[in-house]
């Protein structure tokens, strides 16, 4: 367990300019926050080696705990220029802010391996995953009374998130006196649902992650050796590229969400060639990788 207190003071000054260097805007902002977060982290192992040799059975609990409460001040002043390079507006941000967020994480996993020869094993394993979350971010305005009382729900959210995962994975050995070889693939299917109280509205997305797995070692000698792998992973767009949740902590870098945002896929290939000398102390590691993505997901 961990309790943690922090005070954060940040300044920042932009410029930007057009291609003739003329002047497009400039940003002064301010920004103060004071925070308090509770940390909880438990887990627990267990294994056990069955009657058959090379036969066991595992089990892996993890519990998180994150509670944060961070409370503070956004001043900025943004100025902007027409083609000419003169003024042509201003823009004043003074605002309060608080941001309360909150979560409790459940993980956990199961593997059993059987030994279907001499050579030959199999890995089986089985996760589920419990991830409860909620995030209420709130900006206020100033009133005519001097007290940040004026909710801008432009820049405020309160949502609550609910997400529950399966996986399921097989993996396949072949252990030989020179050469081992490991192939399956793991898949998990995830259930996320989230509701924001401001709007009422309800975001909900079921999906598949598929992460195959292939490698090959052969060994010259005892110290001597090159491995080759692939391994292939699916990335899911955050939330936040998701949904348009604005935040206008840099006021002339907002981002917005595209709710069309599918999957990224990314392939990745290794190949490398180890060798050891005891006598002379003479190592040697040479590595090459490749690796390319399907769909990637960018910030335009």
Known sequence: GTLKNSSTR??????????????LNTGIRELNNDG?????????????????????LSVNLREAINENDTKGFLNATNQFFNDQGTLDSTQKIDQYKTNITG???FNSNVTYTEPLSKIFSLV??????????????????????????ILDREFSND????????????IFNMNMSKSTV??????????????????????????????????????FSQRQSMRFSYNGSTTQPGIDQIQPIRVNTDPLNITLGNPDLRPSFR??????YSSYKILSEQYIWINGSYSFTTNPITNL
């Not at 909880?40 to 080696?49: D, G, L, P």
Request: hydrophobic share 30%; glycine share 6%.
């Open 10 to 23: 940040d300044n920042y000054l932009s410029s930007t300019r057009r291609e003739d260097n003329s002047p």
């Open 36 to 56: 308090d977060q509770r940390l909880f982290n438990a887990s627990a192992f267990w294994t056990k080696r069955l009657k058959k040799k090379g036969r066991t």
């Open 103 to 105: 979560s409790a994480v």
């Open 124 to 149: 089986l394993n089985y996760g589920l995953g419990i991830n409860n979350s909620t995030s209420d971010r709130r900006s206020f305005n100033q009133s005519a009374s001097g007290q940040y009382d």
């Open 159 to 170: 949502f609550t998130l609910d997400q529950l995962s399966n996986e399921g994975g097989a």
């Open 182 to 219: 490991n192939f399956g693939t793991k898949i998990l299917a995830v259930n996320f649902k989230q509701f924001d109280a401001f709007t009422n509205y309800n975001f909900k997305r079921n999906f598949i992650n598929w992460n195959p797995q292939a490698s090959y070692v052969y060994r």
């Open 267 to 272: 392939n990745s290939l290794n190949l490398s």
